[in-house]
């Protein structure tokens, strides 16, 4: 949720526990260490994305192979990078810093990572990219086991309109 100003207020999560789980095993699943939890994402992380754009974007529904790279130095400082094989290829290189669970890349993009290993993506301020008519996007990641992760990626318009959603579904490559 978003407050008046267009900031992140509140991040709504539901945990749900497969039938014959008690809650408090499920709870336990979640319990993670503050500090860690960008050394949870840092690596190389493969696999496929999937693309579907809204109707009056031309409805239309996309594959392709998705690579996400997550660097930190000793200092904190940050590098992502994301290439996929649509179209052409595309590159796309972030830099930032990451402090406790929170990784700020420049431009505005902010990662807060959650217990349990997820995580929400965003601009630091939505209602300023809309005010700015800049075209943004939210993600929301998970990770199902330390080689295993989800990423659900939805874009938006410089009005603020829904232009697509994409999921992810990737694997951690392992250092050689």
Avoid at 109 to 132: H, I
Avoid at 159 to 175: H, M, N, P, R
Wanted: some cysteine; hydrophobic content about 35%; overall charge neutral.
């Amino acid at each position: 949720m978003l407050d008046p100003r267009g900031l992140l207020d509140v991040i709504g999560v539901f945990h749900e526990s497969r039938e014959g789980e008690s809650f408090a095993e499920s709870q336990k699943k979640l319990a993670d260490d503050f500090a860690t939890r960008v050394d949870a994402v840092l690596g190389k992380w493969s696999g496929q994305l999937v693309t579907r754009r809204t109707g009056i974007y031309g409805a239309t529904l996309a594959e392709c192979n998705v690579q996400v790279h997550y660097e930190r130095d000793d200092e904190g400082k940050m590098k992502q990078e994301i290439t996929t094989t649509r179209g052409e290829g595309t590159k796309i290189v972030m830099t930032g810093t990451s402090t406790g669970a929170v990784m700020r890349f420049e431009g505005g993009l902010l990662t807060t990572l959650l217990p349990g290993g997820m995580g929400l993506t965003s601009p630091g301020s939505v209602g300023q990219s809309v005010g700015r008519k800049q075209a943004f996007y939210f993600e929301f990641s998970w990770i199902q086991s330390p080689v295993h992760r989800r990423r659900l990626v939805r874009t938006y318009d410089t009005d603020g309109l829904v232009v697509s959603t994409s999921l992810a579904t990737e694997s951690k490559l392992l250092q050689q």
